[in-house]
């Protein structure tokens, strides 16, 4: 069958770009529709633009070890929102790199949102096109999730509009204990925003060696945050002043302006139309995938945190070369998804490779 294209991805972020570009210079006729912006979560709402917060926050810190170093104080202010406009030209400026690159590549980039239709369809919206192509890679990445049954989940916001508040709060609670409640602890804090984490586990940051983690919440709390763990919410309040109270199941009640959720991430694979090509999913979701990153279906393959294998930018750019090298370089090659490097932006930071301790 004579097809539109030899490869369609759904989702320009850094997997889905990579493999996108690798095969789009060995020959292959390919395209990308991307429904938001072109760098995916990494570029537009994750690792860069949480690094440059990072970077923001850290000179509070530098201010003070200043005066140890004989430079006097001055009272120094913070533009929030003056903040907000240079990250967002900077975000804007990346993300159009990604689309000059695939460009350059000979990809076509198509900024609507992809639905399967069946194994080799796909409609495009909101123009309503249907293109057709040999092979399918979903790329779609993951969104951030909260729980659905707490009472007043409806007042949190979640690490997406983290970046967008239009003023920086007075004071903050942060659920979670991960790499990305961790960092943005680390950044309100930073910021002079009274922050609070709490997390319901024993210890932040599981999966990384114990003394790692216990250092480090020593180190945040030094720094001014306070961490609240072995809890979790019953119920979040509003009240009339705006602000909110957060009621824990030890029985304290905490006062913020905002409460950001930060408890996880899930494949981003609803609405796709997978089951009209028969795509597996595994019980979160998630596309099931072999090593070599392809699915049940023989002509649709699924590369980054959209198959919730190993949840990092590196990874999910190495498992859309490897794609590409497999289905359009004839060299089958799979990604070794064994003691891979990580690293947070917490402050201070930490990292780790191989196996822990235990």
């Known amino acids: ?67 140890g170093f004989g430079w006097s104080h001055c009272d120094m202010t913070f533009d929030w929102p003056k903040f907000l406009d240079a990250k967002d030209v900077e975000i804007a400026r990346l993300s159009g790199i990604y689309v000059s690159n695939l460009q350059n590549a000979g990809a076509d980039i198509v900024h609507e949102r992809a639905e399967l239709l069946d194994a080799h369809t796909v409609k495009l919206t909101p123009t309503n096109k249907t293109v057709t192509a040999d092979k399918i890679l979903i790329a779609t990445g ?28 007075k004071r903050i609670m942060i659920v979670g204990g991960g790499y990305i409640a961790v960092e943005f602890a680390g950044i309100f804090n930073g910021l002079g925003v009274d922050t609070c984490l709490m997390y319901r586990g024993a210890n932040i940051l599981r999966g990384f060696d114990n003394d790692v983690r216990s250092h480090l919440t020593g180190e945040i709390e030094k720094r001014g ?65 072999d ?11 699924a590369v980054g945190d959209v198959t919730d294998r190993i949840n990092l930018t590196p990874v999910a750019i190495r498992e859309g070369a490897a794609f590409a090298a497999t289905v359009f370089g004839d060299n089958p090659t799979s990604f070794d998804h064994d003691t891979v490097a990580s690293a947070v932006f917490s402050q201070p930071p930490i990292g780790s490779v191989g196996l822990t301790e235990a």
């Open 142 to 169: 993951g969104r951030p999730t909260v729980p659905q049954d707490l009472p007043g989940i409806e007042h949190a916001i979640t690490s997406n509009e983290a970046f967008h508040l239009e003023k920086l709060p």
């Open 225 to 289: 945050v306070k961490v609240i763990l072995g809890t979790e919410h019953t119920r979040i309040e509003k009240t009339d002043k705006g602000t909110f109270l957060n009621h824990l199941t030890n029985g304290h009640v905490e006062e913020t302006d905002v409460v950001m959720y930060a408890t996880g991430r899930e494949p981003y694979t609803a609405g796709l139309g997978l089951e009209k090509a028969g795509v597996k999913l595994n019980e979160r979701g998630a596309v099931m995938v």
């Open 1 to 67: 069958m004579n097809h539109d294209y030899d490869l369609f991805v759904i989702g320009a972020g850094s997997g889905g770009v990579r493999a996108a570009r690798v095969a789009a210079m060995s020959g292959a006729r390919v395209a990308v529709a991307e429904e938001y912006m072109a760098g995916g979560t990494c570029v537009v709402r994750g690792c860069v633009p949480k690094k440059f917060m990072v970077y923001a926050s850290e000179f509070s810190q530098a201010f003070k070890a200043a005066e």
């Open 291 to 301: 090593a070599f990153s392809k699915t049940n279906v023989d002509n649709i393959w």
